[in-house]
């Protein structure tokens, strides 16, 4: 039994997950055609706030997708729902981001501004290459003057191209460290985004695939939703072994390949011991043991992480190798 068997959708992050900037990741794209073409729906769950579903879209027909809008979640649009809890028709919203984001805002009965001197009862901060420190004394100035302050999500880093850049997060921080007030958060790793995905495509049960533990993982876990860790973004072996009860993934796989393999058992992707590998605690490390030349780092790692979430577990694990396998392939984790 495949992976496909077990799901009716996907509901997937994209940065570092279905692609690195303008480049598809690995096996992505036949994965995620697989799968529709067995019936499982995908829906495309992004925290990146500076680009409209249309445009979202048509980048992924552009890596050779078959997806229209509808199947475009992104955290601006879950952020302008948010707003809509704190402002009435008509009112103005200083929006910090891209102009796809101040589309939404219009769109959803808003007056857009881009001046604390306009007197918006909201402050929208969603990211874009455009920001800078104008944009932000102008969100800061607003929020000091009462404004509700939203995030469309507080990603500290963006995978693109060339590696990681600054993320709306990062930018979030020095307007939260300038006024002292932590915004709420529309996009993951809240649940809002998944379920109102779930609703959408009229599903019972979805897998979220994603590349980020704090965000994509921590987000299906608080939406209640069985969830696959790739390593092909942000968060690799080590912040899994170090991962708190809410970021920790039901399945871990190197990408999603996985979801190709009709012969897979799917628990093989789980935390447990395989590859020949033991994995024991000893006081605060976990010592691993056996394997041979055949066994892969990735089987190492499910290894040592059925112990490292045994009982809750213990934050700040240390891995001890005790096999030159072991060995071989902890240093593959790096």
Same mark, same amino acid.
């Given at each position: 039994m495949g992976m496909t068997e077990?799901?009716? @959708? /996907?509901?997937?992050?994209?940065?570092? &997950?279905?692609?690195?900037?303008?480049?598809?990741?690995?096996?992505?794209?036949?994965?995620?055609?697989?799968?529709?073409?067995?019936?499982?729906?995908?829906?495309f769950i992004t925290n990146n706030a500076s680009k409209s579903p249309d445009d979202v879209a048509a980048k992924l027909r552009g890596i050779g997708l078959d997806v229209e809008s509808d199947a475009v979640m992104t955290s601006a649009q879950a952020a302008v729902q948010l707003a809509a809890q704190h402002a009435e028709p008509g009112s103005a919203i200083l929006v910090v981001g891209a102009p796809s984001f101040v589309d939404l805002v219009r769109e959803a009965g808003f007056v857009p501004v881009t001046s604390a001197d306009d007197n918006p009862v909201a402050v929208l901060h969603g990211h874009s290459p455009d920001n800078g420190?104008?944009? #932000?004394?102008?969100?800061a100035l607003a929020i000091q003057r009462g404004a509700t302050y939203i995030a469309s999500n507080l990603d500290s880093t963006l995978p693109m191209d060339r590696g990681f850049m600054v993320g709306n997060g990062s930018m979030v921080a020095a307007v939260t460290n300038a006024t002292g007030v932590i915004p709420e958060a529309a996009g993951k790793p809240g649940p809002a985004m998944f379920e109102l995905?779930?609703?959408?495509?009229?599903?019972?049960? %979805?897998?979220?695939? !994603?590349?980020?533990?704090?965000?994509?993982?921590?987000?299906?876990?608080?939406? !209640?939703?069985?969830?696959?860790? +790739? /390593?092909? !973004?942000?968060?690799? %072996?080590?912040?899994?072994? =170090? @991962?708190?009860?809410?970021?920790? %993934?039901?399945?871990?796989?190197?990408?999603?390949?996985?979801? /190709?393999?009709?012969?897979?058992? %799917?628990?093989?992707l789980r935390p447990s011991a395989q590859g020949g590998f033991t994995a024991v605690r000893e006081g605060g490390a976990i010592?691993? =043991? !056996?394997?041979?030349?055949?066994?892969?780092? #990735?089987?190492?790692?499910?290894?040592?992480?059925?112990?490292?979430?045994? =009982?809750?577990?213990?934050?700040?694990? +240390?891995?001890?190798? @005790?096999?030159?396998?072991?060995?071989?392939? &902890?240093?593959?984790?790096?």
């Open positions: 077990l799901f009716d @959708a /996907l509901l997937l992050d994209l940065d570092g &997950t279905v692609w690195a900037g303008d480049t598809a990741i690995p096996h992505a794209v036949d994965a995620i055609t697989a799968a529709q073409q067995e019936g499982v729906a995908p829906a420190w104008k944009q #932000l004394s102008e969100a995905a779930k609703k959408n495509l009229g599903v019972k049960r %979805p897998l979220v695939v !994603g590349d980020r533990l704090d965000t994509d993982i921590a987000g299906g876990v608080a939406a !209640g939703m069985d969830t696959l860790h +790739v /390593l092909t !973004g942000v968060s690799g %072996p080590h912040a899994l072994i =170090d @991962a708190p009860a809410e970021q920790r %993934p039901t399945f871990i796989a190197q990408d999603m390949s996985v979801l /190709l393999d009709a012969e897979l058992d %799917p628990d093989t010592v691993l =043991d !056996g394997g041979d030349e055949s066994s892969t780092p #990735l089987q190492a790692l499910r290894t040592v992480l059925s112990v490292a979430w045994a =009982d809750g577990g213990e934050r700040g694990d +240390v891995v001890k190798p @005790a096999s030159d396998a072991a060995r071989a392939a &902890t240093q593959a984790w790096w």
